[in-house]
């Protein structure tokens, strides 16, 4: 054996033996007692208080628009399913004002729900349909028949019995309603509005999780960021989703006009439809139950 195999060897032998290792290193066990736990709950509890209040005042200072437009698109949907909407502006918004739709009463959280859907297919492998039936991974949703879809992106029709592309439940339960003919009403007068819809996916999404495969078999873009936005499942039953974003300043007693395309159904699991203008700061959006 060579001296350096032998310093390596004694070198083994030296780490395998510390007393790390070994679990032999000094240890401290506390012996609580009343004081002491009184001492750490009281000054935990300050130190809870002190950073609620902060939130709160961060919370209360963000400036937020809702208004609720499913029933009112019901009563006055026209024949083109669209229905007009108003939001007024309570207080001055500073840009960035960011416009999130809500859903109620969708339980996105569901597993079967969560599962359905093709990882690699979104990543932009195209996979047949004997691969995808063995995979289970789009099931329930599999082909275009499965899925309620006859026509591509680029008006071609689609072959009833192949892949649907994107398949699986997430997809099909698309969130589809838009938001059109921005405008806003000011001192009787109309400004035009066009929201930005860039950059509301999450990076790492829109560069490796989602690619299109081939246009004329899929009945959606794949790389269309609401659809991105829409393929990240919520934790909970009522949330929100980011639409766009306003870059001009709204005043107090602005109205902004919306032009709402009415398509997704929430009758049949009685849910509610909200569109948010909102403001944001190093803390996110309005939310008072961290604090």
């Known amino acids: 054996m060579s001296n350096r195999e032998e310093a390596e060897n ?61 029933e009112k698109c019901k009563s006055e949907k026209a024949s083109d399913d669209s229905c007009e909407i108003e939001l007024k502006i309570e207080n001055d918004m500073e840009p960035k004002i960011m416009i999130y739709y809500q859903l109620n009463g969708f339980y996105q959280n569901h ?8 990882d690699a297919q979104l990543s932009g492998k195209d996979i047949s349909l004997e691969e995808m039936k063995d995979s289970q991974d789009c099931d329930p949703a599999v082909t275009n028949e499965d899925m309620n879809k006859h026509t591509s ?21 698309y969130f589809n309603d838009d938001f059109q003919n921005w405008k806003i009403i000011r001192d009787n007068s109309d400004i035009d509005l066009v929201p930005n819809c860039k ?8 560069e490796l999780k ?15 960021e609401h659809f991105i936005v829409w393929m990240r499942p919520a934790g909970l039953p009522n949330f929100r989703k980011l639409w766009g974003r306003i870059e001009v300043e709204l005043k107090k007693g602005d109205i902004v ?25 190093a803390f996110g959006g309005k939310n008072s139950f961290l604090g």
């Open 10 to 70: 004694e070198e083994y032998e030296r780490l395998k033996n510390s007393k790390f290792k070994q679990q032999k290193l000094p240890g401290w066990r506390p012996v609580p007692t009343i004081m002491s736990t009184t001492i750490i709950f009281f000054c935990f509890g300050a130190v809870f208080i002190v950073l609620g209040i902060i939130i709160l005042i961060y919370s209360n200072q963000i400036e937020e628009v809702s208004y609720r437009y499913d």
């Open 111 to 118: 597993r079967r729900y969560v599962k359905s859907k093709s």
């Open 153 to 173: 992106i680029t008006g071609d029709s689609l072959e009833a019995k192949n892949v649907a592309i994107p398949c699986g439940l997430i997809a099909k339960s």
């Open 199 to 206: 950059d509301i996916a999450w990076k790492a999404d829109k």
């Open 210 to 224: 989602y690619k299109n495969i081939d246009i004329k078999r899929q009945w959606i873009d794949m790389q269309d």
């Open 257 to 281: 006009k919306v032009t709402v395309i009415d398509k997704f159904d929430v009758e049949s699991f009685k849910g509610k439809k909200f569109l948010i203008l909102s403001t944001v700061n």
